[in-house]
């Protein structure tokens, strides 16, 4: 919670309080205002901004009210006594326009909040109407035709208010298979002898395709199967590792399993 402005400590050489306090006495007279230094004032201010690290807008905002009034009402005060024939106010009356523009700027910051609860309440319900079209700028409203009937714009309407149907997707295929079975399909293959990678995906969707390719890389990585291509873009014969390839990682096996 940001630290109002009326309530900022001071440590005068007249006073030493919350600001808020040093106000009332001013206002009552019991302290005389020529006797306040209002720059220790500010400077008071400037090193509770600093040790806060941060500015809080609306309490700077009071802050220079006060110090604007304050500094308007000291200045008429210290005014030669021959000009104060030209003067519209005199120290009491000054004091008592002081009190006035405190409570105004009070009303005030109640009536902002107001509004801000009020314009956050209705932040749902606000729109934007449209202006009149060019045609009808210039003429009566005698002259003005509809452009749809009450029945239909009310129907149009409605039907913003009924909730879309549910999309159905019970017709979309959905594949699904694992690295598991098409391992269990390379392996059937091999057990024949090499054979042509188009042959294990023949008909395959595209995910089918992905995982079948990612089991063949699988087995290359297990010492199972191995592959060549003559050219790019050519068919990729897969075949049986040679049994010394399939021997190293069998004993590697064993010894994790041992």
Avoid: C
């Amino acid at each position: 919670m940001p630290v109002r402005a009326a309530d900022l400590d001071l440590d005068l050489e007249v006073f030493t309080g919350p600001f808020d306090l040093l106000l009332t006495l001013v206002l009552r007279d019991e302290i005389d205002l020529l006797e306040v230094d209002l720059a220790e004032i500010v400077l008071s201010y400037m090193d509770h901004l600093e040790l806060r690290g941060e500015i809080d807008l609306e309490v700077a905002t009071e802050f220079l009210v006060l110090i604007a009034a304050l500094l308007e009402l000291k200045s008429r005060m210290l005014l030669p006594g021959e000009q104060e024939e030209e003067l519209e106010l005199d120290a009491g009356e000054a004091a008592e326009e002081l009190f006035e523009r405190l409570m105004a700027q009070h009303r005030n910051r109640g009536a902002a909040e107001w509004l801000r609860e009020r314009l956050a309440e209705q932040s749902g319900h606000r729109f934007r109407s449209a202006p009149l079209p060019k045609g009808l700028r210039r003429a009566s409203l005698e002259h003005a035709k509809k452009s749809y009937e009450v029945a239909r714009l009310g129907e149009a309407m409605g039907t913003l208010l009924t909730p879309p149907p549910k999309i159905q997707v019970g017709h979309l295929h959905r594949p699904q298979v694992t690295v598991g079975e098409r391992l269990s399909t390379l392996r059937a293959l091999l057990t024949k002898g090499s054979f042509d990678f188009e042959r294990a995906v023949a008909g395959a969707d595209r995910v089918t395709v992905a995982v079948t390719l990612w089991a063949l890389l699988e087995m290359y990585r297990r010492g199972e199967a191995t592959w060549n291509q003559s050219e790019p873009f050519g068919p990729i014969l897969v075949a049986a590792a040679p049994a010394q390839a399939v021997r190293p990682l069998l004993s590697v096996v064993s010894d994790q399993a041992a």
